[in-house]
């Protein structure tokens, strides 16, 4: 077996969860769908940067977290 | 909301999907993917075309399309000369999550040569160059509520197609 | 505002490309059916019902049918032609007596077979061609500042496709509430 | 000149300010999609059964008349 059929097994996806909460988060603010896109790309970059939320050891946010994050991007828009 | 749902379970004639979608994003095809990126979930996110910075002060580092494709939760794989390197599901280590984020950035600096949508299972293949090809493969039972997947295009429109068989194509200024 | 109509031109050259082949494509489907009835909504808009009929479900129009796919004119002006004949031009002003000619006129539609429908790339011009050599064109005045759409189509797959104003054109859920 | 060709002159259109403000009103009370048409079916389908509004001759509605009328729309649906 090579390597590139051994990785076949390996699976992984975008979260449900975290897309779900995000737009919800997007929902409830009125932010209009490139904003939402942007709302996520700023919050995997605020995990980049190790500001990490407290929901995982992979620094995942909280709904409160993510309802923070939201209005910190929104007041610096 | 009592008479949405009693509408909403009668039966909904299918568009014809096939046919919509890839003459709806016929100006993507010969676009390079300049750019292959992961947003908040692991969402796989393809940038094509003209590349500017994002508009938040804290973004203004990162560059985005004016094509960008998000997979959103649907399950993709990547193919290069037939050959699978890696499919992607519901589980999730971080380990996993690693690997299959390295051997999907193989896609970027690749143009788009054609894109196709299966009527009845919905899965989408984006064929590039130098035989790479990215598969989605939404999942039609999925209750979620989320699209299968969206594309931001430059005539300032967003396409969505799912959950199911629905699709809408909506201004976003 | 001037945000806006500096968007409105943006889109207007933008969302030129291929307009007129994607709604082709999409209502596809609609040329074979019949207009089984001309109707006018408020603002003596002219409604074309094709496919199956069924009644309105609110219960103060439920003796009303509506097509499976409806056609809404919306504000734009219209013309009826038989065998290369124009029988009514209709524009701005609108005499009672003069809506109530041509709101008979159209009603010739009825019962006819849509054979082709055809949108004009540059000018949007919309030509529904029916059996008995008769036709409707829509002719949407491109530099327009109501807002309206030109058109829009209720579908049966639970869609409302709209196009207009400019070369804007939109596909979404009928269901949408917000 | 025949008929068909006196018509030509005559000319009529769906009044732009009545579908603007079926429009702005769909808007306010959140009738989006099938909701708006049926809204404005169900204005005319009022005037025809005699219960016009009071803007001209024809039984139009003024803008308050219409917003009083989209309550109605929606108390008969049951939302």
Not at chain 2, 32 to 47: A, K, M, R, T
Request: hydrophobic fraction near 35%; include cysteine.
């Amino acid at each position: 077996m090579n390597c590139t059929y051994r990785i076949i097994s390996y699976v992984i996806m975008g979260k449900k969860r975290d897309l779900k909460q995000i737009d919800a988060i997007a929902r409830e603010c009125n932010m209009s769908p490139p904003v939402r896109k942007a709302f996520g790309k700023f919050i995997e970059n605020e995990k980049a940067n190790g500001d990490m939320g407290v929901l995982n050891d992979k620094g995942d946010f909280t709904w409160e977290e993510l309802q923070q994050k939201a209005e910190e991007f929104l007041n610096r828009f | 909301m009592v008479i949405t749902s009693v509408i909403s379970t009668k039966q909904v004639i299918q568009p014809s999907i096939e046919k919509i979608i890839p003459c709806i994003i016929q100006p993507m095809i010969g676009e390079i993917c300049h750019q292959v990126s992961f947003s908040y979930g692991d969402e796989l996110g393809l940038d094509f075309g003209e590349m500017s910075p994002y508009d938040h002060p804290k973004l203004k580092h990162l560059l985005k399309g004016s094509w960008r494709f998000g997979a959103r939760a649907s399950p993709w794989a990547v193919k290069h000369h037939d050959q699978t390197l890696v499919v992607t599901a519901e589980a999730d280590t971080d380990e996993q999550t690693a690997i299959a984020k390295e051997i999907v950035k193989q896609l970027e600096h690749k143009k788009l040569l054609d894109m196709t949508i299966e009527a009845d299972t919905l899965q989408l293949t984006m064929s590039f160059e130098d035989s790479y090809q990215l598969i989605l493969n939404p999942e039609l039972d999925d209750d979620s509520g989320l699209a299968c997947w969206e594309l931001f295009m430059p005539t300032e429109q967003l396409l969505t197609v799912g959950p199911g068989y629905f699709w809408s194509c909506t201004s976003i200024s | 505002m001037t945000v806006t109509s500096v968007l409105k031109t943006s889109l207007g050259s933008n969302n030129n490309h291929n307009l007129d082949k994607i709604i082709l494509v999409i209502v596809q489907a609609l040329i074979g059916e019949t207009c089984n009835q001309v109707s006018f909504s408020y603002g003596d808009e002219l409604k074309l019902h094709f496919g199956e009929m069924s009644p309105y479900e609110h219960p103060k129009l439920a003796h009303l049918l509506k097509g499976s796919w409806r056609f809404g004119a919306r504000a734009t002006p219209w013309t009826v032609k038989h065998n290369d004949q124009t029988l009514v031009v209709t524009a701005e002003a609108d005499t009672d007596e003069q809506t109530a000619i041509a709101k008979e006129i159209v009603k010739q539609l009825e019962h006819k077979k849509l054979l082709d429908l055809t949108i004009e790339a540059d000018t949007l011009q919309l030509t529904f061609s029916f059996g008995d050599n008769y036709q409707l064109v829509l002719e949407p005045e491109l530099d327009d500042d109501s807002g309206l759409a030109y058109w829009e189509l209720f579908m049966p797959t639970e869609q409302l496709l709209t196009v207009g104003p400019g070369f804007f054109w939109g596909c979404k859920s009928i269901h949408e509430r917000y | 000149m025949n008929c068909a060709y006196r018509i030509i002159s005559c000319v009529i259109m769906g009044k732009k300010r009545d579908l603007e403000q079926i429009d702005a009103i769909a808007n306010e009370f959140h009738l989006r999609g099938k909701l708006r048409e049926d809204f404005g079916e169900f204005i005319e389908e009022q005037k025809s059964l005699g219960y016009g509004g009071s803007l001209n001759a024809k039984r139009d509605f003024t803008y308050k008349e219409l917003r009083q009328k989209a309550k109605e729309f929606l108390e008969d649906r049951g939302i």
